[in-house]
């Protein structure tokens, strides 16, 4: 019988210098005997980890930084390269607050915030789709300054500068809230050409809204990853529940202490994740959404709010009930590429 297994393996060299590594054996064909086998030739007797996906994985590198005024061919040329891009402070800090104050205005009373702290958690820790998300989320969604914060020409600006095109912005748009406690349930790592089934000119655009440090959940990116084509995937826990395959040699991630207004774009076959929240009470809070090249094939899953498939009401006509602007409502309708 064909089957497929893949195992990560996690090697921790706690407390020294010396990365962590990963390595995925595709096991196909091999029994078990022979995987620990494998295991003790590459590792001897050191403590491993099966399929804890999303614990410390290889090894960090800073992120490479880019600038919005370079030449838009050398963006292009390094986001080619890399699979991202990592522009420090693009959106203006007056721009995250005012995002961040309406986002911790529909998370009360489960979030709270001293002064121009990092938020805080003030309940339960959740993750998402748990109860308090699911209570939290529709407030989130039903903000107007939550899906026009896309939309403002300063961002469309750096996206075309990206793509050199014009560009569209996908009509779900994502607030991620990383709590602490829910260590194991953060975003595993994954490519969003699976998970938003798109194309090679769509890119995620994550916008930090505080300062993030690495205790706090950062995300982070899998370098060339975007080179290997879209990979297998499997089942696993955390926000998603999907994650892909990463290769034996895939051991360097790129990952850096974000301030408030820092973007990260990443091309739709970029490999990336999240870092567990390991604070006592600090939350990560987030905002993203995808772009494509204007006239690029759209899934039809990218056109219903974001967790509009299992949160009963979520749907489009709740999220405008109470909007004072009709010009961003429903804008994809006549989009010439929906699939
Ligand atoms: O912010 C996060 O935790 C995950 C972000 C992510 O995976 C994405 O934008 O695709």
Redesign the pocket.
């Known amino acids: 019988m064909m089957f497929r297994v893949f195992i990560n393996i996690l090697w921790f060299n706690i407390g020294a210098k010396k990365p962590c590594g990963i390595v995925t054996v595709n096991s196909r064909n091999t029994n078990k005997k022979h995987r620990q086998q494998q295991y003790h030739a590459c590792f001897g007797q050191e403590a491993f980890h099966i399929n804890s996906t999303n614990q410390n994985t290889g090894h960090n590198q800073p992120f490479v930084v880019s600038h919005a005024h370079e030449d838009p061919h050398v963006l292009r040329e390094r986001f080619a390269q890399w699979g991202y891009l990592y522009i420090k402070q693009y959106v203006p800090l007056a721009a995250c607050e005012n995002l961040l104050g309406s986002l911790l205005s529909a998370a009360t009373p489960h979030i709270g915030r001293r002064g121009s702290l990092a938020p805080h958690l003030q309940a339960e820790p959740f993750f998402e789709t748990d109860p308090a998300w699911d209570e939290i989320y529709p407030k989130i969604q039903a903000l107007e300054s939550f899906h026009s914060f896309f939309h403002q020409q300063h961002l469309l600006e750096l996206m075309e500068i990206v793509s050199g095109r014009e560009v569209f912005v996908y009509p779900m748009k994502?607030a991620?809230i990383?709590t602490p406690g829910k260590i194991g349930y953060?975003?595993p790592p994954?490519q969003?050409a699976h998970s938003h089934h798109a194309g090679p000119t769509m890119a995620?655009f994550?916008v930090a809204l505080h300062d993030v440090t690495a205790a706090m959940?950062r995300?982070k990116v899998l370098p060339k990853s975007h080179e290997r084509g879209v990979r297998p995937v499997f089942r696993t826990q955390g926000?998603g529940g999907v994650q892909c395959e990463i290769y034996p040699d895939e051991t360097c991630w790129h990952v850096s202490d974000f301030e408030a207004g820092d973007v990260l774009i990443f091309h739709s076959c970029t490999v990336?994740?999240?870092e567990p929240n390991t604070t006592a009470d600090t939350v990560r809070i987030?905002v993203?959404t995808r772009f494509c090249d204007h006239g690029a094939p759209v899934f039809s899953t990218n056109l219903e709010p974001h967790h509009g498939w299992r949160i009963p009401g979520l749907d489009w006509a709740a999220i405008y009930r109470n909007w004072n602007d009709s010009k961003l409502q429903y804008y994809w309708r006549d989009y010439p590429n929906l699939f």
């Open positions: 994502m991620r990383s953060e975003t994954h969003d995620g994550w959940g995300v926000v990336h994740k999240a987030s993203d």
